[in-house]
Each structure stands twice: as structure tokens, then as C-alpha cells.
């Protein structure tokens, strides 16, 4: 059995947890809009370099809206044409690398030529890091250090920036951030950014 299929296929158990938790969630107040002057275009590319199950959760909430997305874990560059943006969830799991059959150097490579392409094709990029403080690990950090400072637009959990890292970077880099207290707010940042009705 080839390993991507075999890393779907054990990852199905948490893919589960995911759908379940956004089910029983309630929606909150929508904390803090996105920016002004900061939109994105229809149709979305999304995918998970580092391979952390966010990515799941973020297809469900985009499934709820009724926009079709095209997400692939293991997306590769020539898979954005025709996309008008890329989302990209910044986080790493080291069990998820593990179910996927691929090591982080091989997905850092991938997430770099998946930057380079979207820039040449005049994709924007969004970086979206859901897993809050749980995915703030070595793996994750190597993955965030590496992409987020390329993105276009940041949102970002608040319990994944108690360090106030993606602030900083915000700042420096003047990358636009939405800062969010709950993965359920994304449906809400995804109407604004995206003008869903």
C-alpha cells in the first residue's frame, strides 16, 4: 500500500475528532475583523505542510458555507494553478509526519516550492495557525518560521501567539493578522475575506 494512502487512512480516527469538536462547538462573538484593505479571491487551494489535522477542520468550516475548496495534504506546486489563493496551515505534527510516511525536510522543501509557484502565478497566500499552543512545537516552529514570514495575510489562533511571536512578525514584516479565539471563528473571518454571502 503506498504511504500517502496509508497515512490518510490512519489518520481517519482523528480526523473524526476533528469534525466531531466543530459540531459540539457554539459559535462565539467574532472577536476581531479582518483588516481593512485585506481581501481574497475564490477558488482556494489549501494544504498542510507539516501535515497537522487543522487542515481538516478548515475544509469542514468552508464545506459549512457551501465553498468548495481544493484541499490536498500533500499538494504539490503545479496543483495551485488556477487558484486564486493558497492557504497554507502553519503547524506541524510529528505523529501526522509519521502516519503520512514523510519526514519535515521533504515537506519544508515542499511548502518552499509551493511559496515560489503561488508568487509566480500571482496567488495570494494566506497562513492560517489554528492548533493554538499545542502546536507550538519544534516541528511547528521550524515550519512557522520558515513560511509565515512569506504570507500575505496571518490568522492565527490567540493561544498559539502567547508569545507574541506572529505580532512581532506582523509588525516587522507588515503582514496584516487576525487574531481569533476559537477555530469556529474562521467562518465568520472566511465570509469577510472571501465576501461569502
Given at each position: 500500500m503506498p504511504l500517502k494512502t496509508l497515512g490518510r487512512r490512519l489518520t481517519v480516527c482523528t480526523v473524526v475528532a476533528l469534525l466531531v469538536t466543530v459540531t459540539i462547538l457554539s459559535c462565539s462573538a467574532y472577536a476581531q475583523k479582518v483588516p481593512a484593505g485585506v481581501s481574497a479571491e475564490l477558488p482556494v487551494a489549501m494544504t498542510c505542510p507539516g501535515q497537522a489535522p487543522e487542515g481538516q477542520l478548515v475544509k469542514l468550516i468552508f464545506g459549512r458555507l457551501k465553498t468548495p475548496i481544493k484541499y490536498d495534504p500533500f499538494m504539490e506546486?503545479?496543483?495551485?494553478?488556477?487558484?486564486?489563493t493558497l492557504i497554507i496551515i502553519l503547524g506541524?505534527?510529528?505523529k501526522g509526519l509519521g502516519s503520512a510516511g514523510v519526514n519535515l525536510q521533504d515537506e519544508m522543501k515542499r511548502a518552499e516550492a509551493l511559496v515560489a509557484e503561488a508568487n509566480k502565478q500571482k496567488i495570494k497566500?494566506?497562513?492560517i495557525h489554528s492548533g493554538g499552543e499545542d502546536r507550538r512545537g519544534e516541528v511547528s516552529t521550524k515550519l512557522i518560521d520558515l513560511v509565515a514570514p512569506k504570507m500575505s495575510y496571518l490568522i492565527v489562533r490567540e493561544d498559539g501567539n502567547k508569545d507574541g511571536l506572529f505580532t512581532k512578525l506582523s509588525s516587522e514584516r507588515k503582514i496584516p493578522l487576525t487574531l481569533?479565539?476559537?477555530?469556529?471563528?474562521?467562518?465568520?473571518v472566511f465570509k469577510e475575506l472571501f465576501s461569502i454571502k
Open positions: 506546486p503545479k496543483e495551485v494553478s488556477g487558484s486564486k506541524g505534527s510529528g497566500l494566506v497562513g481569533i479565539k476559537g477555530t469556529q471563528e474562521l467562518s465568520d
